[in-house]
């Protein structure tokens, strides 16, 4: 499907998984490192999950702000949303990445709430880009 593209910003990493990361103006810049799960030496450090993580649960507590006044359900000033990044081998071959949001709405019942969520996960660009290919979970807490 075409993108009409408004933005534009890239990033150049080095070393792989446990090299480092910088974007073009320099407002990432990450030291990357193997979590010892993965067989590296663990530490501190950013990779490529967490990264992911991070943009996630950020496009997507904004996929809910811009969906709300459509919905008709205000986003709470203090919600958050958590995404977690899970890595593994696939059956098929090669490897893959699942990935499960919770979110946080105080105030909101249930019900608004889901509906909320449901309308963020139809527009947030990262939820367009994973759908059909990875697995994602959606929790309202």
Not at 98 to 114: N, Q
Not at 117 to 127: K, R, W
Request: with cysteine; hydrophobic share 40%; charged share 20%.
């Amino acid at each position: 499907m075409p993108v009409d593209v408004i933005y534009k910003t890239s990033a150049t990493s080095t070393g792989g998984r446990d090299g480092t990361a910088r974007s073009d103006d320099g407002s990432v810049d990450v030291k990357l490192v193997v979590p010892k799960e993965m067989g590296g030496p663990g530490g501190v450090g950013a990779n490529p999950e967490k990264l992911f993580a991070a943009g996630y649960s950020a496009c997507f507590l904004g996929a809910m702000k811009a969906v709300s006044g459509k919905v008709g359900v205000k986003v709470p000033a203090n919600a958050t949303v958590t995404a977690e990044i899970g890595f593994g081998p696939r059956s098929e071959g090669g490897y893959g990445i699942t990935a499960h949001l919770t979110a946080t709405l105080p105030g909101l019942d249930r019900e608004a709430g889901e509906k909320l969520l449901a309308a963020a996960h139809e527009v947030c660009p990262y939820s367009n880009a994973t759908r059909g290919n990875v697995d994602v979970g959606l929790t309202l807490a």
